[in-house]
């Protein structure tokens, strides 16, 4: 998503994505590894978003950014828990159906099963903040570069970027290079376990 999001963007702007990425100061092997699957961290990402004047979010995701998303005839979705976005934290039950803040509104013409999670810690930085609010949506399949939910050892969630490991493992990644990454072969995955939940699909923050 992030290779396509950033050759789409030279584009609107009639330049090349190698002589693009130069100029914002990549070489040309860092455009092969983006290429191939592999998105910049932390500043490195800032830095790009900043020159085409878009957003990280723009950059990572195909959803528009939430300002311009339709509202109108919304339908309510719950907040059900909250999740770590730094080591992994223990998925706090923190629904209260009388709560105004325990609801979000989704267009009535998205598709799929949706719920809300609000995110603790900072480990997505700077794509999402310590208590910023995520839209996931639930999927049989994940791709690399996909942000999201995970639950580690039955009861620990996350939220973090999802790269697979040729050896049939996976690997949680952090936006913020302060934080390692996770690293699950397939035997871990499956004894654990590590189960994905679904693809965050909006982020929801204050400025």
Known sequence: ???????????????????????????????????????????????????FGVTVNDLLTDTPAPSKLHREEGEKIAVLASVGAGIPLEAI?????????????????ERGEFFALRVRGPSMEPLIRHGDIVIVRRQDEYNDGDIVVALVNGSEGVCKLLEYRNNGGIALLSLNPDFPPMNFTAEQIENLPVRIMGRCVERRGKL
């Open 1 to 51: 998503m992030f290779y396509d999001n950033f050759v789409k963007l030279c584009a609107d702007k009639g330049q090349k994505p190698t002589p693009t990425a130069k100029k914002i100061g990549f070489s040309s092997a860092a455009l092969v590894k983006w290429k191939n699957g592999t998105i910049p961290r932390g500043n490195a990402l800032q830095k790009i978003a900043d020159y």
């Open 93 to 109: 039950n923190t629904f209260d159906q009388d709560d105004p803040d325990s609801w979000e509104e989704i267009s009535k013409s």
